[in-house]
């Protein structure tokens, strides 16, 4: 097991969010996580891998501001 647990103010704390978040996350299923009994924790590498699938890549520059033609 080499993929460190979090707590929820842990992965909070990582993502500069507060627990609130995190526990909607967890509610709606849009991230992993391990319940054990009550308490819940967060893979860190979920973690990672939220934060992989919602990073928007930059566009690239064609000449245009603001979406309209220069």
């Known amino acids: 097991m ?4 979090l707590t929820v103010a842990e992965a909070g704390e990582a993502l ?4 609130r ?3 909607r996350l967890i509610a709606e299923r ?5 319940k054990l009994g009550r308490p819940v924790r967060i893979p860190a590498s979920a973690l990672d891998e939220y934060v992989q699938a919602r990073t928007v890549e930059p566009a690239g520059r064609r000449g ?3 979406g309209r033609a220069a």
């Open 2 to 5: 080499a993929d460190r647990l």
């Open 16 to 19: 500069g969010t507060g627990e």
């Open 21 to 23: 978040f995190i526990r």
């Open 30 to 34: 849009r991230i992993r996580y391990v």
């Open 64 to 66: 245009h501001r603001c």
